[in-house]
């Protein structure tokens, strides 16, 4: 089963040629023993683009997600990052390439304050990881990057709370910041809004508009009126396979959308 | 960004609480020998050292080996078979002990840490039984009968380390030492990476660190720490013995970290301290030991799952001295 119609091709939003492809799927499948959860994906996130993927539930956008970041095999197919092959590359080196992703469900390093926290991605761009030697005094050359980064997401306040004190909306907003913090060339959110309040969503919408200006993002989001503001292109998926593609006016037209996935979510 | 000033301040006093502490446990330590005993002394010293060596693993890292027997036991032998055999000086036998541990460690570790959780546990404990099976029939290590005899010879040539207090007070400072490059590893940007690694996995790869390499590091210097410990405890007691690499040593040394509080400088050495006292107290008795420790770990797990030091970080006097344990 393939997708079919004008938008099957990737890639195939307006003025592909003003902006470059900075992250490629080919032939994405992955199976788990006999089920496959993802069949025949193919993607191209642009740079200085925000590009949705949505899909019911189940329909495989975090194995997808798993797979681009590699910490899933893919079954087959390739995968691309900045012209570089990292099909059979690890994780954490994809990350040190500039990909990088947050998690669907909260990922902070819950005992360690929010401070903390953002230092530790700013510890190794900073090569202040492996001195095992050295007192942790030396990490406060990156508190001023790090009140920054917590400023521009409202939590300059709560620099000293242990993450796990955090709500978890605000949990969500420090991953967030937590990401930004590694200025990702490209940047994975899963869910990224999921469990905010609604001040939260307008500030976090606002900050991923921001950054987008200068980087690709590729985001799983079930909110609809969030993907209509701030995507450019979307990728519907269903039972891992793609079913449709395009600018929110084409795929929310779109009949097999519709019956997939809006008609049941929509309003 | 006045505020951040402040957190260093805050904690700076209680920087200066802790030192006080520390002050009087080390003044304790100093008069120790002439009160008690100090065999009995510099084994609690040695238990101390080879649980807060395990407490980096476990506590700092979050991996639970159950094989660091090898390393402490591994240890004991080198340095033992280095002294009596060899005739190498006490430090160059310890320094042995520690190359030759790390060397395990090293090894064990690459095995183990692919592995997560239970496995990881299982496979520290397979290795560490392979290696007690090789001590059992090896010739260098004398069998049942173990390296007895060994002499503890002079420090730097001229410290007569037969001399209880000259071996006290070198016990002593081996385990500042080693209990100074603990909390130095803990309280490092390296340590920091550990702790993130121990808090969320799979975040700390997504931003971009090779987690196995941090932990197979942090698996070295624990078990170089061990071996560290598992040598002096050869000089002290001048023998090293089946007993110092069989598994129930990695079940003791567990039961002391977990019982002193793990994730704490000073949890480990409380924690051993403890077992040893009681271990001490009950074989004039008679009284079956296993059985106490059993009960003690089920009490630990049940009713103060922080264990000893744990529990009073957590509590409002340890509050008010600003101890409040951040991790
Ligand atoms: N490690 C795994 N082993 C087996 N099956 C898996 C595994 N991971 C995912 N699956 C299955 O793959 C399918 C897709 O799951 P996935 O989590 O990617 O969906 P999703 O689109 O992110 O859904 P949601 O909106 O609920 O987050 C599901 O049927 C899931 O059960
Ligand atoms: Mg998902």
């Known amino acids: ?267 | 960004m006045t505020e951040i000033t402040m957190t260093p301040e805050t904690r700076q006093s209680a920087h200066r609480i802790q030192l006080a502490l520390l002050s009087v446990l080390i003044i304790g330590l100093v008069i120790a020998p002439f009160v008690l005993y100090p065999v009995f002394l510099m084994k609690v010293l040695c238990f101390a050292l080879f649980a807060s060596a395990f407490n980096l693993l476990l506590g700092f890292t979050g991996l639970l080996s159950f094989g660091h027997a090898a390393f402490f036991g591994g240890a004991a032998y080198f340095t033992a078979h280095a002294v009596k055999e060899w005739g190498f000086p006490p430090e160059a036998g310890i320094l042995l002990g520690v190359v030759g541990a790390a060397f395990m460690g090293l090894i064990i570790g690459f095995f183990a840490i692919r592995r997560q959780g239970i496995y990881f546990a299982m496979i520290t404990l397979a290795l560490s039984q392979m290696f007690f099976f090789f001590c059992l029939q090896s010739e260098f290590t004398k069998g049942e009968d173990g390296l007895q005899g060994v002499p503890r010879g002079h420090l730097l040539g001229f410290i007569d380390l037969s001399q209880p207090l000259n071996m006290y007070f070198f016990v002593l400072a081996v385990f500042a030492i080693g209990v100074f490059m603990v909390w130095r590893i803990v309280h490092s940007p390296f340590g920091m990476i550990l702790r993130s690694i121990r808090e969320n996995e799979n975040r700390a790869i997504s931003l971009g660190y090779s987690v196995n390499l941090y932990k197979l590091a942090a698996f070295v210097m624990s078990a170089a720490l061990a071996g560290l410990a598992g040598g002096l405890k050869a000089l002290v007691f001048q023998f090293a013995t089946l007993t110092d690499v069989a598994w129930q040593m990695s079940g003791e040394v567990i039961l002391m970290t977990l019982l002193g509080g793990i994730g704490t400088i000073f949890g480990p050495i409380f924690g051993a301290a403890f077992v040893v006292t009681v271990q001490n107290y009950l074989s004039t008795t008679g009284f079956p030991v296993t059985v106490l420790t059993g009960l003690i770990f089920i009490v630990c797990v049940l009713v103060f799952r922080r264990g000893i030091v744990g529990e009073f970080n957590a509590s409002r006097l340890a509050a008010k001295l600003g101890l409040r344990s951040r991790n």
């Open chain 1, 1 to 267: 089963m393939t997708a079919t119609g004008v938008n099957e091709k990737p890639g195939n939003h307006q003025n592909p040629a003003a902006s470059r492809v900075v992250l490629t799927a080919r032939d994405l499948r992955r199976d788990f023993g006999g089920f496959t959860a993802v069949n025949n994906v193919n993607l191209d996130v642009y740079h200085a683009k925000v590009h949705a993927l949505i899909g019911p539930n189940g329909a495989g956008k975090t194995t997808v997600f798993n797979l681009l970041t590699k910490f899933l095999q893919p079954t087959s197919g390739k995968i691309t990052l900045l012209d570089h092959d990292i099909t059979n590359m690890a994780p954490a080196r994809v990350a040190r390439m500039g990909l990088v992703r947050s998690f669907q469900i909260s990922a902070v390093f819950p005992h360690l304050t929010v401070l903390e926290n953002i230092r530790i991605a700013l510890q190794r761009p900073g090569n202040l990881a492996v001195q095992f030697w050295l007192p942790l005094g030396r990490l406060d050359v990156l508190n001023d990057r790090a009140m920054e980064l917590l400023t521009s997401v409202g939590l300059e306040n709560e620099y000293d709370s242990q993450a796990a004190d955090l709500s978890y909306g605000r949990k969500r907003v420090l991953e967030i910041a937590t990401t930004l913090a590694l200025d990702p060339k490209v940047l994975l959110l899963d869910e990224p809004m999921a469990g905010m309040g609604g001040e939260d969503v307008g500030m976090v919408a606002e900050l991923i508009r921001e950054v987008a200006k200068t980087r690709a993002v590729l985001m799983v989001e079930h909110n609809l009126k969030v993907v209509a503001d701030l995507c450019d292109h979307i990728t519907v998926l269903q039972r891992g396979e793609i079913l449709a593609e395009g600018d929110y006016a084409t795929v929310s037209n779109d009949e097999r959308v519709k019956v997939a996935y809006m008609g049941t979510d929509h309003d």
